[in-house]
């Protein structure tokens, strides 16, 4: 479904990505790890249109999408969950979630319909709805970020370390939620630096290390602890 060919990419004249390449299949939960600073934020940027590469390639369903425009992308299915939980804290719940469907506001059924549908997914947002969003517990953060994502009717979501700073009882119901999601047919790219997160939930793994992929593996074929450990010791670049 989502495909990157020896992408370079990078801020200025600082290059990040030095040739990333990557396939995520329909129906897919692909966890992409590395460390700090590594390049997995620019990754998930160079997919959703927020930075260009300046080499390679981004494919979506066999069409190259690398001059197509961020909004565009969203109303293709693509939609990313940024890292930090960036929600609007002034806002309450339920407007932070109508942001999602900011480029669908003319189809009111629809997107009432929609919202029904994260709050059946996720009945905490639905208690807290009136409530402004920078009130949020981090859990219910990410679960908000998640679920204005959901309200653009995505097919693919890019995730950003949702366990980042999150106690594990919350990243065990963050972890949850995204298999609920794979359920529902969605396509994932997950990001984190949560190895044990990663390999609970994903079914393929790549890492990331000096802007390449480094290591890359199906999950059901056995990735040891030690194994990936090894790749973070060595280092970011
Ligand atoms: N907007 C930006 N402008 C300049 N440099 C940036 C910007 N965002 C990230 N970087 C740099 O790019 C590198 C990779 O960042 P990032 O992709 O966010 O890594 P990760 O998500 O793996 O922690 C870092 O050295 C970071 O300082
Ligand atoms: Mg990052």
Redesign the pocket.
């Known amino acids: 479904m989502l495909k990157l060919e020896n992408v370079v990419a990078?801020?200025?004249r600082?290059r990040?990505l030095h040739g990333l390449s990557l396939e995520v299949p329909r129906g897919g939960l692909v966890a992409l790890l590395?460390?700090?600073?590594?390049?997995?934020?620019?990754?998930?940027?160079a997919i959703a249109g927020l930075v260009t590469p300046q080499d390679g390639t981004v494919a979506l369903d066999g069409r190259v999408i690398n001059d197509v425009a961020a909004e565009d992308r969203t109303a293709m299915g693509l939609s990313l969950v940024p890292?930090g939980k960036e929600i609007f804290g002034g806002m309450s719940v339920a407007e932070n979630l109508m942001m999602g469907a900011y480029h669908r506001r003319r189809d009111k059924a629809g997107v009432a319909a929609d919202l029904e549908g994260v709050y059946t997914r996720f009945p905490r947002l639905k208690e807290r709805r009136r409530v402004l969003a920078g009130m949020l517990s981090g859990g219910e953060r990410q679960m908000l970020s998640i679920g204005r994502a959901l309200m653009s009717r995505p097919t693919m979501l890019l995730l950003?370390?949702p366990s980042a700073a999150l106690a594990p009882r919350v990243v065990e119901e963050i972890a949850e939620a995204i298999l609920s999601l794979r359920d529902l047919g969605l396509t994932l790219l997950l990001?984190e630096q949560n190895v044990g997160m990663a390999l609970e939930v994903a079914d393929y793994l790549y890492v990331?290390r000096g802007g390449r992929i480094a290591f890359e593996r199906a999950v059901d074929d056995g990735v040891g602890m030690d194994e990936l450990r090894d790749f973070y010791l060595s280092g970011a670049h």
């Open positions: 990078g801020y200025g600082t990040i590395g460390g700090n600073g590594t390049g997995k934020s620019t990754c998930l940027k890292q950003d370390e990001v990331i």
